[in-house]
T-cell receptor, first 113, second 112 residues
Framework: EAQVTQNPRYLITVTGKKLTVTCSQN?????MSWYRQDPGLGLRQIYY???????DKGDVPEGYKVSRKEKRNFPLILESPSPNQTSLYFC????????????FGQGTRLTVV | DAKTTQPTSMDCAEGRAANLPCNHS???????VYWYRQIHSQGPQYIIH???NNETNEMASLIITEDRKSSTLILPHATLRDTAVYYC?????????????FGGGTRLMVKP
């Protein structure tokens, strides 16, 4: 089954403790992206990647890092999480080319205390 | 990408057609209209997209006006499971990097 898998689905952590949210897709998609969703602010893009070893900042990249060493994986790294990074996070992927639909993971609900 | 305007919320009776409007008056020639929906706090789900012709798939129909300044997503027989936030997004055909820019969407409530 074609899917985008995020782990963990839920995470509660403390301020400053480094964490990684993993994202994996099995569709051989070139494009992958991370979004965060907050009440009243909607979905905002954090980082995206157009292919292996190619990443770029989205609208709200501060406090986040990503890597794209393999095509299928696009982890989101929070080196020093802070409470304002408490949010619902979504990973997405799509194939390269025109008019292509994006597939989203089921989300990771992160709470930083 | 062009900005879109959608009503904040709408109700629809179960079994009836749900017609969700979207205004995109600043759309340019190479920009497509995409529709996604988000059920509760799940990941957004692709529904349909189009450029200027009307489109239909197993989920919905998309009607785009001739001047392309607005469109309507039609769910022909809404069910309770169609209750969700529906996002209308305009994206350039050559927008390789920035995937999708989500607005506020329309919260559709399907009622029995």
């Amino acid at each position: 089954e074609a899917q985008v898998t995020q782990n963990p689905r839920y995470l509660i952590t403390v301020t400053g403790k480094k964490l990684t949210v993993t994202c994996s897709q099995n569709m051989n998609h070139e494009y992958m992206s991370w979004y965060r969703q907050d009440p009243g602010l909607g979905l905002r893009q954090i980082y995206y990647s157009m292919n292996v070893e190619v990443t770029d900042k989205g609208d709200v990249p501060e406090g986040y890092k990503v890597s794209r060493k393999e095509k299928r994986n696009f982890p989101l790294i929070l080196e020093s999480p802070s409470p304002n990074q408490t949010s619902l996070y979504f990973c997405a992927s799509r194939v390269q080319g025109m008019n292509t639909e994006a597939f989203f993971g089921q989300g990771t609900r992160l709470t930083v205390v | 990408d062009a900005k879109t305007t959608q009503p904040t919320s709408m109700d629809c009776a179960e079994g009836r057609a749900a017609n969700l409007p979207c205004n995109h008056s600043t759309i340019s020639g190479n920009e497509y209209v995409y529709w996604y929906r988000q059920i509760h706090s799940q990941g957004p789900q692709y529904i349909i997209h189009g450029l200027k012709n009307n489109e239909t798939n197993e989920m919905a129909s998309l009607i785009i006006t001739e001047d392309r300044k607005s469109s309507t997503l039609i769910l022909p027989h809404a069910t309770l499971r169609d209750t969700a936030v529906y996002y209308c997004i305009v994206r350039a055909n050559n927008n390789a990097g920035n995937m999708l820019t989500f607005g506020g969407g329309t919260r559709l409530m399907v009622k029995p």
